[in-house]
């Protein structure tokens, strides 16, 4: 069975159009084609708390440009940004792998952690070692590779694996461990009370030595090819908003208070957690992500990562 779709329990948020506004304060933004006609530019948009000191500045005013957010969990983005329905979007790593060919990536941005995630989570009935069986968010591929790795490759385990389409205590009775991703898995870390809970991202780390990076800024080649200025643009402008949120993270953790069922103090303590750019360390953990996710079959080979330039 595959678990690479997207979760039937998803819900796509609205699309929100905004007009141009400054780069850096006093400076015009301008989008548009070769005749000076002005553009939208559709940028898939996490719905997942990970995401929001990615576009937090942007949608505060900081850095805006004439973008469409359009909002989604991972598989939906991936699906929509190789279908031509987004622009420009984050993709989760292992999709990227299957379609290199099509994308080029932004060289600065990645989401990425260096050890614990909060986000990315194991609940188990049983240590992790004696685990059989595993029901499998469908929202996210490369969490569901990067689990399967670490029992394979880690615990040389051989578990069956089925789709999550219950609620996790429901789950556990006929299932050994579950596998949740984004805000539901922060919920059962922050709030919950389990026999055993794992994250993957402190996983990897243990494992590897390597942080984790879980997805990617990417672009689609013809997109590029037309408007590259542009994209350059985006990036710049991207770039500008997680560096706000940085030097904002107050401003930033009492309005992501107001919106998300999490104290400031856990709020604080997960986006500390978090890392957008792409050092070459981060891409030494890529590498090696894809490397090893060939040796289990899930993809066939490891990709080369080209870039905007």
């Known amino acids: 069975m595959s678990i690479d779709d997207e979760s039937s329990g998803e819900v796509a948020g609205p699309e929100k159009t905004a007009a141009p506004d400054a780069a850096e304060p006093g400076a015009e933004a301008v989008f548009g084609t070769a005749s000076g006609a002005q553009t939208t530019i559709s940028i898939g948009h996490f719905e997942f708390l990970n995401g929001y000191p990615l576009y937090y500045g942007l949608e505060k005013g900081e850095g805006w440009g004439c973008f469409n957010l359009v909002h989604g969990v991972p598989t939906r983005l991936n699906r929509l940004l190789l279908d031509g329905e987004l622009d420009i979007s984050p993709i989760s790593s292992i999709e990227f792998a299957g379609n290199a060919d099509k994308l080029l990536l932004f060289p ?12 990315i989570r194991l609940i188990s009935r049983v240590p992790i070692g004696d685990v059989a069986s595993v029901a499998l968010t469908g929202q996210s591929a ?80 013809e997109f590029f090819a037309e408007r590259a200025d542009e994209t350059f643009e985006v990036e710049e402008r ?25 104290e400031p103090e856990l709020l604080r303590s997960y986006f500390n957690k978090l890392r957008y750019d792409f050092t070459d360390d981060y891409r030494r953990g890529l590498e090696e992500f894809y490397r090893r996710a060939a040796e289990i079959g899930a993809i066939e080979s490891v990709p080369e990562l080209e870039f905007i330039s």
């Open 238 to 262: 991207l770039l500008y908003s997680v560096d706000y949120c940085r030097s904002h993270w107050d401003e930033v953790v009492a309005a992501a208070a107001e919106i998300y069922p999490f």
């Open 142 to 221: 490369t969490s569901v590779v990067l689990l399967k790795i670490l029992l394979s490759q880690k615990y040389r385990l051989d578990v069956g694996f089925s789709r999550l389409e219950t609620g996790v205590v429901e789950a556990l009775e006929s299932s050994d461990a579950v596998l949740l991703i984004g805000d539901q898995a922060l919920d059962a870390c922050y709030h919950g009370t389990w026999d055993h809970c794992y994250d993957l991202g402190s996983e990897w780390k243990q494992f590897t030595g390597l942080p984790m990076v879980f997805a990617l800024w990417a672009v689609s080649r």
């Open 108 to 119: 600065r941005l990645s989401i990425t952690s260096d050890g614990a995630v909060d986000s």
